[in-house]
């Protein structure tokens, strides 16, 4: 979950919201992704999918080593839990969990879809991964609350 964290904060650093994934065969890092939406303005371009779709790649298969795991900072998304499930993934850690339960994933693993069951467990360094989330948001808001005083002021200043 580490390396996930870590994976988050480059696309921090690059101004996209800061998920981070990673997939993990034979207590190995294979691959990392970070969310990309913002880059490449593709709806798809989620962490889990940049990892899933590397892993897939050093592979050279669509279904990922028995055994393979795939660490992510958030709940997944039902698009990025199907792609685990389609990608074979045994095993999902989840960081932080998605506000106001409206996330599938639960629901998802354990739906036999494909014959093929991941097993999820959330909450690993819960703490960390949700401060990532947050720290990013409120820095956003204050950012909006800025502009909108400086824009108030301006306007003012043009009255006078
Ligand atoms: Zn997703």
Not at 39 to 60: N, P, R, V, W, Y
Not at 90 to 112: H, I, M, P, V, W
Request: aromatic residues 6%.
């Amino acid at each position: 979950m580490r390396a996930a964290i870590r994976a988050a904060k480059r696309g921090l650093c690059q101004g996209e919201v800061p998920i981070g994934a990673v997939v993990v065969v034979e207590d190995k890092v294979v691959s990392s992704g970070y969310n990309r939406r913002a880059k490449l303005q593709l709806a798809s371009a989620h962490a889990e999918m940049m990892a899933i779709d590397k892993a897939c790649k050093a592979f050279g298969s669509w279904r990922l080593p028995e055994g393979a795991e795939l660490y992510v900072t958030l709940e997944p998304c039902p698009m990025c839990m199907g792609a685990a499930l389609n990608a074979r993934v045994d095993k999902l850690y989840f960081g932080a969990y998605e506000q106001k339960g409206r996330s599938l994933t639960a629901a998802l693993a354990d739906s036999n879809l494909l014959n093929h069951k991941t097993e999820v467990q959330g909450g690993v360094l819960e703490g960390e991964c949700s401060a990532l989330l947050t720290e990013f948001f409120s820095g956003l808001r204050q950012k909006a609350k800025e502009e909108k005083e400086r824009k108030k002021s301006d306007g003012k200043n043009g009255a006078e």
